[in-house]
């Protein structure tokens, strides 16, 4: 975010050797590196690190980061990284104050009450329109579809192009195959009580947040990252999306408990998301028979409904009553 805002601040330039510009703001220096070289292709493990794994990148004492795209239609305010990376986490709720309660009714929305802790944050792609004044107002439903697996690689993939685009095609016919392949029922030994191999993890390009304090964030960030480039595309959704339900499969294959095997294939049966909580938003990656419910571990995936409505509480909440 830093290096986008003094990019877009010229001001703040300054010239250290003959046509060797950096930017200095604050104690941060911002030094480019030109590599729109014809002659220099940028190695995939480089050009998505930043993105995908940029741990080692940052001082140990660096809490959480935020990558922005390129194409990323604004520049943040400290606000706005701050609600963002709050997100994160979900702190234990006590009984919250009147007006809060009254505001939660009014967006027909409960934040659950339970702490916990997010290694990614990202956002949802689109499920559909969502006006702002008709979310704050409560107007939006609170029942919406699952989407599509159709509608979910059009939207990760609108944005591709040229040879890129071509590698993308030979992703989704991968992640097609190898759906088929998995859930064809002579390779399950027993086919109506399986887990399926349907991808669901959809998220969107132009941001993420990832929290840096947690071992098990690195090492998901570094299977992401292992993952995305062997495809060598921009469509790191796909790639986010396979590694999820792998690790939801192994999840579901290491689970003891049969009661918990049952919930998770009554939800993947289901067509239809409850978004009047924000349980919705938090996915499960590690095995849950061995931590007890705050040592479990997540990703967070928010779509915009959400993200409405999770500031218009945040700013409340930061708000004092007169």
Not at 131 to 148: F, N, Q, Y
Not at 163 to 183: D, K, M, W, Y
Not at 255 to 272: D, F, I, P
């Amino acid at each position: 975010i830093l290096a986008k805002h003094l990019a877009r601040n010229p001001k703040h330039t300054i010239e250290i050797r003959n046509g060797i510009f950096i930017s200095v703001h604050k104690g941060w220096k911002i030094i480019p590196i030109d590599i729109k070289s014809e002659e220099i292709e940028t190695p995939a493990e480089l050009r998505y690190l930043i993105k995908l794994s940029p741990g080692k990148l940052f001082d140990s004492t660096v809490k959480q980061a935020v990558y922005l795209s390129e194409d990323f239609p604004m520049d943040p305010t400290p606000e706005d990284v701050q609600f963002t990376t709050d997100l994160l986490r979900r702190r234990e709720r006590t009984t919250p104050p009147f007006r809060i309660q009254k505001e939660m009714s009014k967006l027909q929305y409960k934040p659950g009450t339970t702490k916990r802790e997010a290694l990614l944050l990202l956002p949802s792609i689109r499920k559909g329109e969502n006006d702002p004044k008709a979310v704050i107002d409560g107007l939006v439903p609170t029942i919406s579809e699952k989407i599509p697996l159709r509608d979910a690689i059009s939207q990760i993939t609108e944005e591709g192009e040229g040879e890129g685009r071509i590698r993308a095609t030979i992703h989704i016919q991968f992640q097609n195959q190898i759906q088929t392949f998995f859930n064809r029922c002579e390779f399950a030994t027993n086919c109506p009580g399986s887990y399926k191999f349907i991808l669901q993890h959809w998220t969107r390009r132009n941001w993420v947040v990832h929290n840096l304090e947690k071992e098990a964030a690195r090492i998901l960030r570094c299977e992401w990252h292992k993952e995305h480039t062997k495809w060598n595309n921009e469509n790191e959704g796909l790639s986010f999306a396979q590694l999820m339900k792998r690790l939801e499969i192994r999840r579901f294959e290491n689970l003891t408990n049969e009661e918990k095997k049952g919930e998770m294939l009554q939800e993947q049966a289901e067509k239809l998301v409850d978004d009047s909580t924000d349980e919705y938003e938090w996915f499960e990656t590690g095995n849950s028979d061995l931590y007890s419910a705050e040592e479990t571990e997540y990703v967070r995936i928010v779509d915009e409904k959400a993200m409405i409505v999770e500031r218009r509480l945040w700013n409340m909440k930061k708000r004092k009553p007169h």
